[in-house]
């Protein structure tokens, strides 16, 4: 018995099998990523706008969270998304507002923090719709659909956001199109591109293979506009 474990480890480190390892499988991952980000560009073809006065008016804007604050200071991808929601509505390309961001922690509420900066930039606050469980970019668009009763939208963050929250929308039969915030420098934001390549990665995999949904999909709270 013992023998037979033995032989079977002896054979698993085996260097032919660590140069299986060792070689194929960065390969196989560097693969999938590029595979990745590849499908979730192509899905946002021709649906994102870099100018407000190019956007098609909606009724809806969803705006993904971000804390205020960073390490170093204030939070530019915070500041740069709440200057493009004031840009729509002064505009008059949409008529309501779901700021959705994570408030799992009792001193941490991303979508209240939205709401007061975009009411200081003089959006009534009777037009602004706070969802507390937007703990992830699923979770926000999917409950924009299945909680507020919305399926036409318009993402508002940057780029790289927008593009993987349309490739989600469009799997949930939700009709979104993107407006870019300004984007941040790389230099600023070296840490959240390269999250964002396995995000993707992520996204890719919850909605082809695991099936993710919202980790709270309801009840249903249908906005009327």
């Known amino acids: 018995m013992f023998s037979k474990i033995k032989s079977f480890f002896k054979w698993f480190f085996s260097t032919r ?3 299986w390892i060792f070689i194929y499988t960065p390969i196989l991952l560097l693969f999938f ?4 980000n590849f499908i979730v560009n192509k899905s946002a073809e021709g649906k994102l706008f870099n100018r407000v006065e190019d956007v098609p008016a909606c009724a809806t804007a969803l705006v993904f969270g971000t804390s205020p604050n960073a390490r170093y200071g204030e939070n530019l991808f915070y500041k740069y998304r709440m200057e493009a929601v004031a840009q729509l509505w002064n505009a008059g390309k949409i008529k309501h507002i779901i700021v959705s961001g994570d408030n799992s922690r009792q ?3 991303e979508a209240s923090a939205m709401k007061k900066a975009l009411t200081d930039f003089g ?3 009777s037009v602004i719709t706070l969802d507390y469980a937007g ?3 699923l979770d926000s668009v999917v409950r924009c659909k299945w909680v507020f009763g919305q399926s036409n939208i318009i993402l508002v963050s940057q780029e790289f956001q927008n593009e993987r929250g349309i490739f989600i929308a469009n799997h949930f039969g939700i009709n979104a199109i ?3 915030a300004k984007d ?3 230099r600023y934001s070296i840490r959240t591109s390269f999250r964002e390549y396995f995000a993707r990665v992520k996204a890719v995999l919850d909605i082809y293979v695991l099936g993710t949904q919202p980790k709270f999909p309801g009840p249903p709270e249908p906005i009327k506009i």
Not at 33 to 36: A, D, P, R, V, Y
């Open 33 to 36: 990523i590029g595979t990745s």
């Open 184 to 186: 941040v420098s790389t």
């Open 123 to 125: 959006i009534p606050d």
């Open 107 to 109: 001193n941490y509420d």
């Open 178 to 180: 993107g407006f870019n």
């Open 135 to 137: 703990f992830r970019t």
């Open 17 to 19: 099998w660590k140069r």
